[in-house]
């Protein structure tokens, strides 16, 4: 993904309940960690303040962050953020991810067709009412009353409104506290400004996760509602001048997820069944990727942002996984575990409440050993790695569900769900099917590998063909590159379906059953176990804890608060800033270290002088991608991008002295903006965006 | 490695001491085990049989193993021992891989490029020498002394005749045994025989380690002496019936390595440090490779065997890397090492001799994880993958060395080694460019991966160029694949050098002083250590478990003794035997599971009752690939092609109700030879090979 960003928090003073460092925790907005601001930063933000920074922050729902950056529903996040939509955009003819792209004018804003924009609008605590719903079950009821449970909400809370009105529950603490946050849903969003994927990726996967850094790693939207530029009243203005060496530094965003409470058997899966397999599996396919890549400049144009997903996700988690290969984190993680599990033996009463729960969670673990293979394979769709086969599996399930009762479908197709499924479904991004033959013919290969050539349901796919014939003929055969043939298969239903004849929408009717088997066998068995038990630890940890902590990252509205500051690498202390003269110095003229032509025409207008990237000391993850980076006054002075190589891995700790947010400097954009590519309304509409 | 092959051994019962299971071990030819043969199998081989097993065994030094099988110099062994040579003797007209290669007449037998048989003719122990010579030395005094010692008794045994003689200084028990081996060497080899790709590998990567099978995974070469069929008195003769369920199986071969033996921090460190890196770069050149095939019949031909060879050397390490995940096996091993501490620990003496020795190599690994990346990229040449560059560094490196004396030289370029430096070096084997410059350009980004784009042998070696500019001119620039040029540089010595511009010697010279560094910097701090203090272990094992135990493997001959015997496969039990006719019905007509014309005309004629495959409860690993299984006569009953998926990961420990070694049935090779490849004299002379 390409918002695998990870950051770092320091376990210790978590789990130990010890007030976090400075710079530490993923604080959500009803729980900011008030009289630690004023402590570190003599900073007391009130109400409106933060009202007013959670409704200008935003969630892109493919995984990143931005906010409004104007009231006219300017948006402003990261390139790799919109990357897929510059992509999808583009033609063989004129390629905006080389070229970048500029609307002049209001009228030159193109939609971009998988875009979908969440204001956070409100937080209603439900814990009670999920935990009385699953109270006393377990295994298959537990997960339907969970389910249900949840769908109920969610339905209650979208109400009329589900255009414009998502609502999701979500699960803090590991199930210590149940939300429902309620969203203010854009589907209308159209891309504004992308800088050429050169500038905003100088230095490309070699320099990722790097810093000193030179990359203008912007993109610029727009939120439109009724065919309009949406009104917004919450928004960020913009500060020329940036944040100073030593300023607090606030930043806003949706991290993805972060593994700071799991337990010692949850970690040892996590390294030994998931990192490693997926690793193994980014490896290979970013071998074919390079090679495709290479063929001809179009297929490089097909295929550079998935490959760029695929080297981002790859170093961020071989990262996590050379973390937990480290013992000594490894024992301090066992040594936390055993004084919360003394804590709760040494009292009869929390014994018998809670004493099982680690030995549950790791029984359910060697269930998932036995299943894990063919449920990332199947129902995963490992196996079967292409666009026209996710379609497919939409609209066959959809015809299923949607005829269910909202609380018993599968959740991503609850009425409240509906829309992010239609609006995949329905885009119009152009499938390129000699690329989707060869992800669909390699994975299938792969579906062989890992079930071996016996296995009934290998057989049952490939019969007599090989991987690669048979990708051949069905993606030959399919007519679900047309958006509108999906559309009139998912409006059309069951009775569309039977009459269909289309190749994937036969595969995923043979294959579903067994996907779905597995779906079920996983919740039952795993996921509802892992889910309960979580729960009761969560409790138990308030107890010796309290709650003054922050939860796990749950690609939910965090506040990380930090400051500019740089950090000591092998000795040498890193001047936590770049300039603009820095990227000229560092251009080799060779990808990835080239800079485009307008760079090098615009070079003596520029200020060479002006801050460029730079490090603050927030706390950050994949997902903050794109996150704004304000200052007291909430004024952008920075645009989150990335992590320093040492936030890799850690998923599982914070350090302080090492862990860096990397930012692109808000003075940059507008020099750029102003003398690169001569976007003076878009910089004027930055400029003026000012508190009413 | 395409000899990659794995076994498994039972740990237990080795490091306690107590005698092995039936199967287990992997034996030297002057410490078999008898009376356990005698017990287990009423088998009681006199010298005279040993002796005949022992030099009608063959080692490929390219790391395999094989066997006389005639008194005219033929040599079986597996197809993919020599699909190398196959390859090299194909153009993209006549493709060997697909069509196979039968020679009718002697003079139709073709030499191959690359391949040496090396015969077992003496073993003298040289033990006392070898830790004379490093006595009281650490560190560089003594991994110099350690290369001294070996290099000297390896000339001294050579003598004059290095043409026709190889000794090789063998390191057995992990130091606890240092032998000096003696072969007669045989560096013109001619292919003879080799079936269709698709027969000798049915069934692909999907069915490689797996049972049952139907390969007929076999390969015919002749050794020359003089331009004359090698003249041979020691060689076995075949059986045409094989051998029967529970009758005792008796496999020589040169298994590569196990691991029985390591300490704790170095079973770890094999983990971390070398599996998962090695398996993470293994599958992103399996992508990279999977798409270059595709590209056409041509790259097809080109990349197959080094696809093989990475899809083969991948699910084997991840076999491994599975093994070492496994808790209990790794909580078992803590518990040997414990033990055997212990004992160390109990006596003063004991302990003053070898107590420090476990931590000493612990510390020596900890030195190790800070020069491990640079070292397998720059020494290991990780970085530069492409045979120009292996050629420039032969030839850079020689002219240097072989200025030096004997002693002090590289240990590849010692005398009795250049033979194989020069085979490889003068090798008429094709160079394609094309595929060499997508090798070479992947490998540079790596380069630049692991060291950083800010390195400094990274921005020497790279300059302003990137990776895939650079590996363009420098393949344009070269004429190294040209062997007449190579062998003039070879010859010219340093002046020839002097006066070349190769682009490749160029970057050679540039990188060669930093590999050389790393390279000594290794040998003293890492190499020599772990090698002082294994000798330490080694002796402190024999005090505790003597030495009626066989050591780890070394790619040196050893006798392996186990019986045909099935296994049960979670309930269900697996006959040891398959036949001709389930290769037809398993055979899909889709690559890999197709059978080629000559099978499918030949069917009618052919007895599908006829036993293909079979398995046995013999221990062997990689580098037994090829090797003769014999039954008590010491006639050919079967050819070792492969272990089951069970045998994956032994490199610690051996099961004997799983493991099993899978062969090609003898009948089956008489019955191809005569009625698929109407190869009549080929199959006459093996059936006529008879003990004089």
Known sequence: MSSDKICVAFMLAFVTGGSALAGEGMWTPDNLPKAQLRADYGFTPDAKWIERAQKSALRLAGGCSGSFVSPKGLVLTNHHCVNSCVQQLSTAEKDFIKSGFLAKEEKDEVKCPEIELNRLDQITNVTERVKQATQGKSGEDYSKAEKAVKSDIEKECVGA?????????????????????????????????????????????????????????????????????????????????????????????????????????????????????????LAERRGLLEQFRSESPERWRIAQNDLFGVENSYKALRGRLEALQDPTVFDRKRQQEAELRGFVNADPARKAKYGAAWDEIAKALVVYGTIETRYKAIEGGRGFGSRYYDYARMIVRGAAERDKPNAERLREFSDSRLPSITQRLFSTAPVYADYEEVKLAWSLTKLREWLGSDDALVKQVLGKESPEALAKRLIAGTKLGDPAVRKALWEGGADALAKSDDPFIALVRDVDPQARALRTRYENEVESVIDKNSELIAAARFEKYGTSVYPDATFTQRFSFGKVEGWTEKGVAVSPFTDIGGAFEHATGAYPFALPPAWLAAKNSLNLKQRLNFVTTNDIIGGNSGSPVINRKAEIVGLVFDGNIHSLGGDYWYDASLNRAVSVHSGAILEALRKVYHAQALANELESARRH
Chains 1, 2 share one sequence.
């Open 161 to 281: 409104d589900s255009e414009h009105t998502r609502c999701d529950v979500v699960n803090l603490y590991h199930g210590g506290v149940y939300d429902v946050y309620k969203y203010h849903r854009y589907q209308d969003v159209r891309l504004v400004f992308a800088p050429e994927l050169e500038t905003a990726f100088f230095g490309g996967d070699p320099d990722n996760f790097n810093f000193p850094r030179y990359d203008l790693d912007m993109g610029v939207l727009r939120a439109y509602e009724n065919g309009k530029p949406a009104k917004v009243t919450d928004y960020f203005p913009f500060s020329k001048n940036g944040a100073d060496t030593g300023e607090m530094t606030v930043i806003l965003g949706n991290p993805g997820g972060t593994d700071r409470q799991l337990t010692m058997a949850e970690l040892a899966s996590t390294r030994d069944r998931d990192l490693i397999p997926v690793l193994l599996l």
